[in-house]
C-alpha cells in the first residue's frame, strides 16, 4: 500500500510522536522522497510525497 502527503519530513515526525516505527526519509528531493512503516495489519506502508 502506497500513501501520497505532501511534507514526507512532518508525517514521519507526527508517526514517530505516535510511537510507530518507521523508516528515516529516503529518496531524492528533485524525485521523490519517501518513508516507510508498519500499518495496523503489520503490512508496510510507502509514504510518498508525490
Do not use: K, Y
Not at 515526525?13 to 518513508?35: H, K, M, N, W
Amino acid at each position: 500500500m502506497s500513501l501520497r502527503v505532501e511534507d514526507v519530513a512532518a508525517f514521519r515526525e507526527d508517526l514517530i510522536r505516535s510511537g510507530s516505527p518507521c523508516s528515516p526519509v529516503q529518496g531524492d528531493p528533485a524525485t521523490c522522497l519517501f518513508v516507510t512503516a508498519a500499518g495496523p495489519d503489520g503490512n508496510t506502508v510507502l509514504v510518498v510525497d508525490r
